[in-house]
């Protein structure tokens, strides 16, 4: 898959609900030495998905819409939304699972 071509699914708030649920197994996972958020990613099913929206952030076009300012091109191109849901069941479960260990 280029992520030239990629383009997210459309997606409702159940969609993103259920992304944060994933991020948040992801999380427990990296809260555990030895085993990979990565890992979890692919076994639950987003992990081309992430794959793709990395390479996206860290493409020729963000960075010169970074260099340029132009913020309303980094919000274009990047995947927020996939990233965000994610990111949040990631740091829902390291912060409230870190603690016990």
Same mark, same amino acid.
Do not use: H, N
């Given at each position: 898959?280029?992520?030239?071509?990629?383009?997210?699914?459309?997606?409702?708030?159940?969609d993103y609900a259920m992304i944060s649920a994933r991020g948040f197994c992801m999380g427990c996972a990296d809260v555990v030495p030895g085993v990979s958020g990565g890992t979890?990613?692919?076994?639950?099913?987003?992990?081309?998905?992430?794959?793709?929206?990395?390479?996206?952030? *860290?493409?020729? /076009?963000? #960075?010169?819409? &970074?260099?340029?300012?132009?913020?309303?091109? !980094? @919000?274009?191109? *990047?995947?927020? /939304?996939? #990233?965000?849901? &994610?990111?949040?069941?990631?740091?829902?479960? !390291? @912060?409230?699972? *870190?603690?016990?260990?």
């Amino acid at each position: 898959m280029d992520s030239k071509g990629f383009k997210p699914p459309k997606r409702g708030l159940f969609d993103y609900a259920m992304i944060s649920a994933r991020g948040f197994c992801m999380g427990c996972a990296d809260v555990v030495p030895g085993v990979s958020g990565g890992t979890m990613a692919f076994i639950l099913g987003i992990y081309e998905e992430l794959i793709e929206s990395i390479k996206i952030l *860290a493409s020729k /076009q963000m #960075l010169s819409a &970074l260099i340029s300012f132009d913020i309303k091109k !980094v @919000l274009r191109i *990047a995947p927020w /939304q996939f #990233l965000g849901s &994610l990111l949040f069941g990631i740091g829902v479960a !390291v @912060l409230s699972l *870190a603690k016990f260990l």
